[in-house]
């Protein structure tokens, strides 16, 4: 008999493995077979605080949402999948029907239903129902971790993206954690030829560097807008994407970006209002976009795998099995500094 096991979050800091009913496909949905599911910041934030701002974790709860795995069933109603598909799946599942959805913005849509927020359960667990239009099939020679990681890679696409870079851009990117990494590899991916990259944490700069910034920043040493000045001779960066979500790093934005440049937020800040110099904005005629999430990208981010174009091997650098998953977090939650990405194997 196949056993389906979930890893409920009982309380703050508490996981419990138990069993769970064996998932039954609706006509236009698959099962996966979980192989890998990536530890995110949220997952991590939910664990410690049961909260992210208004989401509030009530009840048992399941976290994860980086995840891929193998279809071993396939519904009624199901064309484009077959069973032994490795697949990675989009956690956002959307209405379909709203004005978001309709022009292609589905990640503005007010109804999703994102895996591991709540009240929706995420992925720690061996078997899960998911809509087949939101499972990307991979190519033999990308595998189900890469697959896991597609989720982060989108969120970086997706800033290098709203940022237009391209060609030849001078990015900026405040932050070198997981996203801040993808956002290198993306830009680097999209043509930035110039990729500065801050942190305070020499670790994740070095790691920077690895994957191809072209200048790493410690911002614990050095006056990172001074030496970005300088580092441009003046003019500034074509591209700042703020990752950190620290309120120092959201203030540098508006002087570290080019006149007629363009600024992105991703980093959550721990507060929502930031004192911040819109004089520079205007005197500069600089853009500010953000991301949320993203939209239409696994499949950019696959091919982009698939082809050797984006190499995310060297993002992981812990990994633990599902039997493990608390003691995981709890390492997570205790050696911030030194985790980049952690990764959970079933
Ligand atoms: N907008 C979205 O859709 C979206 C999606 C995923 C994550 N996020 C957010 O993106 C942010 C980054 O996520 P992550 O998983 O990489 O987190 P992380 O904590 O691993 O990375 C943040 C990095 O910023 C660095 N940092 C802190 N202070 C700094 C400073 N003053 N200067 C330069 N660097 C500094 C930290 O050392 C760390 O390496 C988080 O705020 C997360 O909530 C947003
Ligand atoms: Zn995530
Ligand atoms: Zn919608």
Do not use: W
Request: proline share 3%.
């Amino acid at each position: 008999m196949i056993i389906n096991r979930a890893a409920f979050m009982t309380g703050l800091g508490q996981m419990e493995i138990r069993e769970i009913e064996m998932p039954k496909p609706k006509p236009h949905e698959v099962i996966v077979k979980l192989e890998y599911c990536g530890i995110c910041g949220s997952d991590v934030h939910y664990y410690e605080n049961g909260r992210i701002g208004d989401f509030v974790v009530e009840g048992d709860f399941i976290l994860g949402h980086e995840c891929a795995g193998v279809v071993v069933e396939t519904g009624s109603a199901v064309t484009e999948l077959s069973v032994g598909d490795r697949v990675c799946l989009e956690p956002g599942i959307t209405c379909g029907q709203c004005e978001f959805c309709k022009s292609g913005k589905y990640n503005l849509c007010p109804a999703v239903e994102f895996l591991a927020t709540p009240p929706y359960h995420g992925a720690f667990r061996d078997y899960l129902a998911f809509p087949e239009n939101m499972c990307f099939k991979l190519p033999a020679n990308v595998t189900t971790l890469e697959g896991a990681l597609v989720e982060p890679l989108s969120v970086g696409l997706h800033a290098a993206r709203q940022g237009s870079v391209t060609l030849g851009s001078t990015v900026v990117i405040l932050g070198a954690g997981c996203i801040g990494l993808c956002t290198l590899l993306a830009c680097r991916a999209y043509g930035a030829t110039n990729v500065i990259v801050v942190d305070v944490l020499e670790n994740r700069l070095a790691a920077a560097y690895k994957l191809g910034a072209t200048h790493v920043i410690n911002a614990a040493e050095h006056d990172a807008v001074a030496y970005i000045d300088e580092l441009t001779n003046g003019r500034g960066a074509d591209v700042v994407v703020e990752t950190a979500g620290a309120v120092v790093t959201v203030q540098q934005t508006s002087y570290l970006v080019k006149r007629g440049g363009t600024i992105v937020l991703v980093g959550m800040a721990p507060q929502d209002t930031i004192e911040f110099n819109f004089a520079k904005i205007l005197a500069k005629e600089a853009q500010i976009q953000s991301v949320f999430r993203y939209r239409n990208l696994y499949p950019t981010a696959i091919q982009a795998l698939a082809s050797g174009m984006i190499d995310l091997k060297g993002i992981v650098t812990h990994q633990f099995e599902f039997d493990a998953l608390q003691e995981a977090l709890d390492f997570v939650t205790s050696n911030k500094r030194d985790v980049v990405k952690a990764i959970i194997k079933f």
